[in-house]
């Protein structure tokens, strides 16, 4: 069972930045596909942003290209999102997922493909 923890959430204006976090309880999270995720209340939860255990592979939804970067960092069990050039609508709930393996380029944003889920945290973006 691989804990997932996100910290980094809070209120920013809009233009600004934001650096999400999830840290892993295993030592295996080299083993698993990172996920980040966004859900609002009364939408699905949508794919963010994608990267491969080695890192080589990375993949962003169009909404956010060129403004985020998903990282990670093996030796700390952690993935990392920086957020630049926030907008209001990226307010959300920011989930990590973790998927053992590498998935498809289809089934990378389906939420049923990620074995294990963090809590979230709050993203906000006033305008």
């Known amino acids: 069972q691989v804990q997932l923890v996100e910290s980094g959430g809070g209120l920013v204006q809009a233009g600004g930045s934001l650096r999400l976090s999830c840290t892993a309880s295993e030592d295996t999270f080299s083993r698993y596909f990172m996920g980040w995720f966004r859900q609002t209340p009364g939408k699905d939860r949508e794919f963010v942003a994608g990267?491969?255990?080695?890192?080589?592979?990375?993949y962003y939804a169009d909404s956010v290209k060129g403004r985020f970067t998903i990282s990670r960092d093996n030796a700390k069990n952690t993935v990392y999102l920086q957020m630049n050039s926030l907008k209001p609508e990226d307010t959300s709930v920011y989930y990590c997922?973790?998927?053992?393996?590498?998935?498809?380029?289809?089934?990378?944003?389906?939420?049923?493909?990620?074995?294990?889920w963090g809590q979230g945290t709050q993203v906000t973006v006033s305008s």
């Open positions: 997922a973790a998927k053992l393996g590498l998935p498809t380029y289809s089934d990378m944003s389906d939420m049923r493909e990620y074995d294990y």
């Open positions: 990267i491969s255990w080695s890192g080589i592979n990375i």
